[in-house]
């Protein structure tokens, strides 16, 4: 099936289920969110973040990224970042870490010739896996 037929199915199983087993609620856990179809440690993250204001770190491909980049850790995988990052993050950040570093990977620190160039944090960045710049 095409991504959006499993994204539409995955929806109408949530929507069930959220009406069946959570009182039409979504769940403000983030082990019931992951039991959700389709729903895994970024997304379940987020929906506690944005809504209901609960201290989670969304990892996205730029969060991993822009972490193991500037050194803040070294990880290979999204979850093992998130696991480094509430370590070394302090828990007041962990809301705001996510829309900032997107944004930042989206316009700066991108995945293939990041804009050093125009960087503020270029002076201090370690530039990890970093061949080719602007």
Same mark, same amino acid.
């Given at each position: 099936?095409?991504?959006?037929?499993? $994204?539409?199915?995955?929806?109408?199983?949530?929507? *069930?289920? +959220?009406?069946?087993?959570?009182?039409?609620?979504?769940?403000?856990?983030?082990?019931?969110?992951?039991? +959700?179809?389709?729903?895994?440690? $970024?997304?379940?993250?987020?929906? +506690?973040?944005?809504?209901?204001?609960?201290?989670?770190?969304?990892?996205?491909?730029?969060?991993?990224?822009?972490?193991?980049? %500037?050194?803040?850790?070294?990880? #290979? #995988?999204?979850?093992?970042?998130?696991?480094? %990052?509430?370590?070394?993050?302090?828990?007041?950040?962990?809301?705001?870490?996510?829309?900032?570093?997107? #944004?930042?990977?989206?316009?700066?620190?991108?995945?293939?010739?990041?804009?050093?160039?125009?960087?503020? +944090?270029?002076?201090?960045?370690? *530039?990890?896996?970093?061949? *080719? #710049?602007?």
């Amino acid at each position: 099936a095409g991504f959006y037929r499993t $994204k539409a199915r995955n929806i109408k199983q949530i929507s *069930r289920l +959220l009406v069946d087993c959570h009182g039409g609620q979504v769940p403000p856990d983030k082990e019931a969110l992951l039991q +959700l179809p389709g729903v895994g440690p $970024k997304t379940a993250n987020l929906t +506690l973040n944005l809504g209901f204001g609960i201290e989670a770190i969304c990892v996205d491909t730029h969060v991993h990224r822009i972490s193991n980049r %500037l050194g803040w850790v070294s990880t #290979t #995988t999204p979850l093992q970042t998130e696991k480094a %990052l509430e370590v070394i993050m302090p828990k007041k950040y962990w809301i705001s870490l996510n829309e900032l570093l997107v #944004t930042f990977g989206q316009r700066i620190c991108q995945p293939v010739s990041p804009w050093c160039s125009r960087c503020p +944090l270029a002076d201090q960045c370690p *530039r990890h896996k970093v061949f *080719r #710049t602007r």
